[in-house]
């Protein structure tokens, strides 16, 4: 991407020199806006990421989780970030530990809302569009999860805990 970005910023020097200067110099406004978040964000991330374990969070999305499972698995996934099959090995212990399905479901539905990207949004959409989108979302999230608990009810593919096998998470290698 940030090829192409340079790519083009060059097609611009050549053929309109004149509008590359008020082009870069919006660009440079964009980015230390945002900045600031991006660092919040990603700093949040992170510490989300290296304080939780598989276990711990299948305690929280268990069979007697109610309304505080939904609230962790929808905030969860909005703070989740990466590309979703690497959640798929912890996902996997999760549910070995007795997470929910509609739990996990809810939390890959709601990984739509991406934080650092709402500032954007807002800049391009507005805040009012960002607040009811990112709403809709949460709501979808919540009626995918329901949905799949509906579905996923006597699911014959979920086996007893004893049975499943796990594969090693990153740091049991």
Known sequence: MLGITLLLYLGTALLHP???????????????????????????????????????????????????????????GVLSHGPGYVWYPMIQEMRRHGARDSLIVAFFYSRAIKLPWLPLMVIYLGTGFTVFLTLYVLLASWLQGLIAELLLKNDPTRLPEETVEVVPRRDEL
């Open 18 to 76: 004149e509008i590359l200067r008020p082009a870069l110099r919006y660009s440079l406004h964009l980015f230390a806006t945002l900045l600031p978040i991006l660092a919040v964000v990603l700093f949040l991330m992170g510490l989300f990421d290296s304080v939780f374990d598989a276990k711990a969070i299948a305690r929280l999305l268990g069979r007697e989780s109610g309304l505080k499972g939904w609230g962790i698995a929808l905030l969860g």
